[in-house]
């Protein structure tokens, strides 16, 4: 028979917005000692805006805005937005789809328009398609160091500029960090493929001591093995598609539902139906008083 305790914890976390798809879920959860938060679109609102424009000699700054644009209308990436609403707010008008996109998850975004390969992205995608990163990386360093992340944009092989996109954090992620601590969580950690000085900034604004930068979605699996190899209970909080792999993976996934993808939502034990962040330690600090009254 199911424990009472634990059917009165579903029923009171589901009128808080908090889904849970289980008993044995709130079970683990009592036991989370480690918490893993993607930044884009967890700590960060993953509203992202376009901040800054780099134009490369000879390359006028809707020139740079106009080629990413044309790329990133075949992206489905939460970086695309920023860019496309800044084409369309210049009046720069951008066709519906480039003729051929490939996405290189974790880098970037390579398209054909009319015949030119246009790739925006990090450096690693630069060094694919052979462009010289010197330029790119003056661009990458100056936009890093305000906190920005990053948008180098290649055409045919040769960087002409880069764009900055910044995105806010969301007011209650300090006081999520705090309360995940006093909920009895030993460390917090930031997973993220954007860079480590862009991850370093948002980590010290909200009071996470490890960042964990430069991650491709591979790599996130292997953070999460490790510290279960080591002997912790894992939660894994995340919004993207490209975050499924990695909620199904910890011990606990727990999706923000709200504003994310149904991807993440379906994959993830435990699903938030509201983006406030305080439902994470409640979640688990539910769990916890749960598992007491059932002992
Ligand atoms: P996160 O782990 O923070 O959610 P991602 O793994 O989705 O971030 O992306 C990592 C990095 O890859 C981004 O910070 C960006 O530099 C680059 N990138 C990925 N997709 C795109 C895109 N469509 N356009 C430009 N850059 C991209
Ligand atoms: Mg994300």
Redesign the pocket.
Same mark, same amino acid.
């Given at each position: 028979s199911v424990p009472v305790a634990l059917v009165a914890g579903i029923g009171r976390a589901a009128r808080d917005g908090i889904l849970i798809k289980g008993g044995e879920f709130l079970e683990t959860a009592a036991k989370i000692d480690v918490v893993a938060l993607?930044?884009?679109?967890t700590i960060t609102r993953g509203e992202p805006r376009l901040t800054a424009i780099k134009a490369g000699a000879g390359f006028p700054e809707d020139e740079v805005l106009r080629w990413?644009a044309l790329?990133?209308a075949g992206?489905?990436? +939460? &970086?695309?937005i920023p860019?496309l609403d800044a084409a369309r707010e210049r009046g720069i008008t951008v066709p519906a789809i480039p003729d051929h996109v490939r996405?290189?998850?974790?880098?970037?975004?390579v398209a054909m328009v009319g015949g030119r390969e246009v790739a925006?992205?990090?450096l690693a995608?630069m060094r694919e398609v052979g462009a010289d990163v010197d330029y790119g990386q003056f661009a990458v360093d100056e936009l890093s160091a305000a906190g920005q992340? +990053? &948008?180098v944009v290649a055409l045919d092989g040769e960087v002409i500029g880069a764009l900055g996109v910044a995105d806010t954090i969301r007011d209650d992620a300090a006081e999520l960090v705090a309360s995940l601590h006093a909920a009895g969580v030993k460390r917090v950690l930031m997973?993220?493929?954007?860079?480590q000085r862009?991850a370093d900034s948002v980590a010290a604004q909200v009071g996470i001591d490890d960042a964990r930068a430069?991650?491709?979605?591979e790599d996130?699996l292997d953070v999460i093995r490790e510290l279960q190899a080591d002997g912790h209970t894992v939660a894994m909080v995340?919004d993207?598609v490209?975050?499924a792999p990695a909620l199904a993976l910890a011990d606990v996934g727990i999706a923000m539902g709200a504003a994310g993808s149904p991807v993440a939502v379906e994959t993830a034990d435990i699903a938030l139906m509201t983006s406030r962040l305080s439902r994470i330690p409640d979640a688990i600090s539910l769990a916890k008083r749960t598992a007491h009254v059932m002992r």
């Open positions: 993607d930044k884009t679109g990413a790329a990133e992206s489905e990436h +939460p &970086l695309a860019v996405s290189v998850p974790g880098h970037g975004v925006v992205g990090n995608l992340t +990053p &948008l997973l993220t493929g954007d860079n862009v430069s991650l491709l979605p996130k995340g993207g490209n975050d």
